[in-house]
T-cell receptor, first 115, second 111 residues
Framework: DTAVSQTPKYLVTQMGNDKSIKCEQN?????MYWYKQDSKKFLKIMFS???????INETVPNRFSPKSPDKAHLNLHINSLELGDSAVYFC??????????????FGPGTRLTVL | DQQVKQNSPSLSVQEGRISILNCDYT??????FLWYKKYPAEGPTFLIS?????DKNEDGRFTVFLNKSAKHLSLHIVPSQPGDSAVYFC??????????FGKGTKLSVKP
């Protein structure tokens, strides 16, 4: 069984479009994340979210918005796509328990290509 | 400004020998460190971690060493196997839960 799943795996779209990437985790974790891996291979946090708090990386444009219908899902909506948004986006989750190392479990990634 | 640095983009090792992957960090407030392994077209998978209060953690063929005074950690893989060939990411975490990743080191283990 897949612990953290993302759909779609590949997404090709035109500039200016609005798109969504879905993420689901069946681990019962409280916290979910979105990461972006750009062409330079840096893996950078975009958002972290639990049912209490959304923490946004200040460098993320407000065209990007996370939406969580429930604890097991954190979807990423992107408005007015730009060429620079092309990257691989990874969803992750963690139990986020105080006092222990917060291991994060990653999805397989979604490769977004903006033409 | 990279808080976590992996200065070697690639490493090639013969099967059976030791692989040593290095990582440096700048923020002394990190509480723990993790190593992730990533195969092409897959997400990173957790490998091993170490708390900032320890200097060594071992799990089978994998050992992570932490030198807090030097702000340096390393991952040792002994013996290296061809299936270990992947990109290895060092990551650091703190109270907020967010992980700061290094750029990764591509390990190639040759038979």
């Amino acid at each position: 069984d897949t612990a953290v799943s993302q759909t779609p795996k590949y997404l090709v779209t035109q500039m200016g479009n609005d798109k969504s990437i879905k993420c689901e985790q069946n681990l019962g974790h409280d916290t979910m994340y979105w990461y972006k891996q750009d062409s330079k291979k840096f893996l950078k946090i975009m958002f972290s979210y639990n049912n209490k708090e959304l923490i946004i990386n200040e460098t993320v444009p407000n065209r990007f918005s996370p939406k969580s219908p429930d604890k097991a899902h954190l979807n990423l909506h992107i408005n007015s796509l730009e060429l620079g948004d092309s990257a691989v986006y990874f969803c992750a989750s963690s139990p986020h328990l105080a006092g222990v190392i917060d291991t994060q479990y990653f999805g397989p990634g979604t490769r977004l290509t903006v033409l | 400004d990279q808080q976590v640095k992996q200065n070697s983009p690639s490493l090639s090792v013969q099967e059976g020998r030791i692989s040593i992957l290095n990582c440096d960090y700048t923020n002394s407030m990190f509480d723990y460190f993790l190593w992730y392994k990533k195969y092409p077209a897959e997400g990173p998978t957790f490998l091993i971690s170490i708390s900032s209060i320890k200097d060594k953690n071992e799990d089978g063929r994998f050992t992570v060493f932490l030198n807090k005074s030097a702000k340096h950690l390393s991952l040792h893989i002994v013996p290296s196997q061809p299936g270990d060939s992947a990109v290895y990411f060092c990551a650091a975490g703190g109270s907020q839960g967010n992980l700061i990743f290094g750029k990764g080191t591509k390990l190639s283990v040759k038979p």
